[in-house]
């Protein structure tokens, strides 16, 4: 018997399904940000204490996340490459 987790035909179907929902989850999420993102003025996040730059670099983020949700279902082209993760990967800090 090998330790931790054995994997079985049950295991991997269970895996399989929690990886979909977890990715539909965060797609929704990504949306649902968007959403906000796009309809708050500037003016609005800075008041809360953003500074320009980081306004633009969290919109532009979310502009991404979402072409990268609008292009994993099939809602839209994306010519040429993009790196969907450009801007996001400057909201990770330190990780």
Known sequence: MAAGFQVT???LNQRAGA???AGESWFEDVQRLQTYLAA???GDLTALGFVSGEVASLKSAFVDLDNLRLT???QRAQTPASNFFFWA???RGIL
Request: proline share 7%; no cysteine; aromatic share 6%.
């Open 89 to 91: 990967s400057k909201l």
């Open 19 to 21: 990886i979909v929902v």
């Open 72 to 74: 994993a279902y099939g």
């Open 9 to 11: 035909k049950d295991a």
């Open 40 to 42: 708050t003025p500037d």
